[in-house]
């Protein structure tokens, strides 16, 4: 998956973050994780049916509706060099949203990422504490062989991993 290009703030809109997805596959992925934060879409972001009535779309995803995107004020813009055109992406920071602030700058523990409320089964500190022994240059274990490390995904899914063929 592509990252995010950029985001507007961080104030979100009476609590809920606003989202405008101009790529049809993740328009379809927020929708599914998170309906109620997605704002706007592109015309080529139709599935499902039920989404695209109910979000307002803003262009295509080579021609976005940049005034309108911008007026909505959005938490996050959503876009990707696949589906998107550079110059686009320079016309949405140009009307105020700021991709740098979003994409590049370093995050403090405690913030309240923009993803948060997706809950992927492993815990937020324990992702933390594995990007600091990233950043030190440390291997974790593989926990099916050297014991658990902790990261809160068994007891999410009442798994139990096992060591065996990886099928790559
Ligand atoms: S054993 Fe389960 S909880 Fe422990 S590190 Fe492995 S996947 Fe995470």
């Known amino acids: 998956m592509s990252r995010p290009l ?8 009476n609590g809920c973050m606003r989202v405008v997805s101009l ?29 695209a009535a109910r979000v307002p ?6 021609d976005p509706d940049v005034a309108a995107i911008a007026a909505l004020q959005p938490d996050l813009v959503i876009a990707n060099r696949e589906e998107n055109r550079r110059e686009d992406v320079a016309a949405l920071e140009a009307a105020g949203l700021d991709a740098a602030w979003y994409a590049e700058r370093e995050r403090e523990r405690d913030e309240i990422l923009p993803w948060d409320h997706i809950h992927a089964g492993v815990d937020k500190d324990f992702l933390w504490t594995e990007y600091e ?18 990261c ?15 099928g790559g």
């Open 23 to 51: 790529v049809p596959s993740l328009t379809e992925l927020i929708w599914e994780l998170a309906p109620g934060t997605l704002a706007g879409r592109t015309k080529f972001c139709t599935e499902p049916p039920e989404m």
């Open 152 to 166: 809160g995904a068994c007891p999410e899914r009442k798994a139990s991993p096992e060591a065996g063929e990886t």
């Open 133 to 150: 022994r990233a950043a030190r240059g440390e291997v974790t274990p593989d926990c099916r062989l050297q014991g658990c490390s902790g």
């Open 6 to 13: 950029f985001a507007r703030g961080r104030s979100g809109h």
């Open 57 to 62: 779309a803003f262009g295509g995803t080579k």
